[in-house]
C-alpha cells in the first residue's frame, strides 16, 4: 500500500503537463512512466515505455523525440530487424541493405544506446554529427530519408499529445 504522501505524488505527476519542442530535441519533457505508458498505448512500445523515461534521464534526450524515432525506425516494434532476435528497434549500425547491425539483449538495451550515441554524437556541441538540436538537424546526418524529421516530429507530437489528454 502507498503512503498518503505517495497517493499525493502519484497524483501530482499524473497532473503535471509534460513536453517535447522540436527545435532542441535535448530540453527535457518531464515525462514519467505514468505518462509515457499513457502516449504509447495500443502500441507494441507500450511494455518498454519505462526505458523512455531512463534515455531522457540519463542522456538528456526528450523521450517523445527517441519514441519518435524508435516508432519511425522499427514500424512501432514490428519490423523484422526489431522482432527477429536482435532487438534493433533504430537500425543501429546498418548503413546499407547488407548490414547486420547491432545485436542488443532488450529493447531497453537498445533503447539507451541509441540514446547515449543521438546525446553524444549529434547533440553534443564536439559530437561527430552534430548539426544542431532541432530534429531535422538530427536528420541531417542520421538519415538519408528527406522527410525523416517531419515524420518523428509528427510522431512525438502525437505521443505529446495522449500523453497530456
Known amino acids: 500500500l502507498l503512503s498518503r504522501r505517495q497517493r499525493q505524488m502519484c497524483i501530482r505527476d499524473r497532473n503535471k503537463s509534460v513536453s517535447f519542442n522540436s527545435n532542441d530535441v535535448s530540453q527535457p519533457s518531464g515525462v514519467t512512466v505514468y505518462h509515457m505508458k499513457k502516449a504509447l498505448l495500443g502500441t507494441a512500445m507500450h511494455s518498454f515505455a519505462e526505458a523512455f523515461v531512463q534515455a531522457e534521464q540519463e542522456y538528456g534526450v526528450n523521450a517523445f523525440f527517441l519514441a519518435g524515432v524508435v516508432s519511425l525506425e522499427s514500424g512501432w516494434a514490428k519490423s523484422e530487424r526489431a522482432r527477429n532476435g536482435s532487438n534493433n528497434l533504430t537500425g543501429h549500425a546498418v548503413y546499407n541493405d547488407t548490414s547486420v ?59 505529446l499529445s495522449k500523453a497530456n489528454s
Open 101 to 159: 547491425g547491432t545485436y542488443f539483449s532488450s529493447y531497453t538495451e537498445c533503447v539507451l544506446i541509441t540514446a547515449r550515441d543521438i546525446a553524444r554524437d549529434y547533440l553534443s556541441p564536439n559530437g561527430i554529427y552534430n548539426n544542431g538540436l532541432s530534429v531535422d538537424g538530427v536528420n541531417t546526418k542520421y538519415s538519408a530519408s528527406a522527410d525523416w524529421d517531419i515524420k518523428v516530429t509528427e510522431i512525438a507530437y502525437s505521443l
